[in-house]
């Protein structure tokens, strides 16, 4: 072989080394995300679908998303259109017939009895998470639910006011607003949310339930023990109906989902681990 052929062939041996070096050293720093220890494919994160109820918003969730998000949950929190039962609960099916993979539905208040319709029929859904909400069965309302047992403070509080075409909207009265709907959380910021909450439809918290989700689905539940909109008997009462495993959460209002993030994020991963 010659001096030249010689200096070529190392440098045609040292182009192919760099090159599997690198092959192997980004396969190795690849595996952890696509795959487990004893290389079979990770399953994907389920997507998180967070509803909000009456006299609030999708911010609400603020701090529960982040916490969700840091770890590497897909979210998503659509806005209820507070209108009809049956109406909302369509509109939030439609989101989640929009979502590939697997789901996890959390309701809070009102939103969970959008989620008890909204998730019949989504073989994608894996749970439901229910946060001081309402768990109706079929032919139940949650304007009954919330006045069907000792404790409420929210037909004390109403406001009703007429709307173009003959509806009726309900909010709580400002001043009221903290001690029914957010007594743990600081009034400043409970001012602000009384200023800007959505108003829900008389006709949607009477609306009738249909077949429950719940019936065929594993859940959780958050029970605040001082909720004043829909009385913790309430929430054990419709809790242990369904079969859920519960969270008490002493102390907490109707708020919890913004004054104890930590607790509700607790019982979504709780959730998750049990469906995996």
Do not use: C
């Amino acid at each position: 072989m010659t001096v030249r052929s010689a200096h070529r062939s190392r440098r045609t041996f040292g182009v192919l080394f760099t090159a599997v070096t690198l092959a192997v050293g980004l396969g190795v720093a690849a595996a952890p995300s696509t795959a487990k220890p004893g290389g079979t494919p990770a399953a994907p994160k389920p997507t998180i679908v967070l509803v909000h109820g009456v006299f609030a918003d999708a911010s609400g969730w603020n701090s529960v998303i982040a916490k969700l998000q840091a770890q590497g949950f897909p979210v998503i929190a659509p806005a209820n259109p507070l209108r009809t039962l049956e109406g909302d609960s369509d509109y939030v099916s439609s989101v989640v017939d929009s979502l590939a993979g697997p789901v996890i539905m959390v309701g809070h208040s009102y939103g969970g009895a959008v989620i008890t319709n909204a998730a019949r029929g989504h073989e994608n859904v894996e749970a439901l998470v229910y946060v001081a909400a309402f768990a109706p069965d079929e032919g139940e309302s949650p304007l009954g639910l919330a006045t069907g047992f000792p404790g409420g403070e929210l037909g004390g509080a109403l406001l009703i006011r007429d709307f173009p075409g003959g509806g009726k909207d309900g909010y709580i009265d400002p001043a009221k607003f903290r001690a029914v709907f957010g007594a743990d959380l600081p009034a400043s910021t409970t001012r602000l949310m009384a200023a800007t909450q959505r108003p829900g439809s008389v006709e949607g918290l009477s609306g009738l339930s249909g077949v429950p989700a719940w019936a065929t689905l594993p859940s959780w539940y958050v029970i605040p023990t001082e909720d004043k909109v829909i009385p913790a008997d309430a929430q054990r009462f419709m809790a242990e109906r369904a079969g859920s495993k519960v969270l008490e959460v002493k102390g907490a209002s109707h708020a919890v989902l913004m004054s104890r993030p930590d607790t509700v994020l607790r019982q979504i991963l709780a959730a998750y681990t049990a469906t995996r």
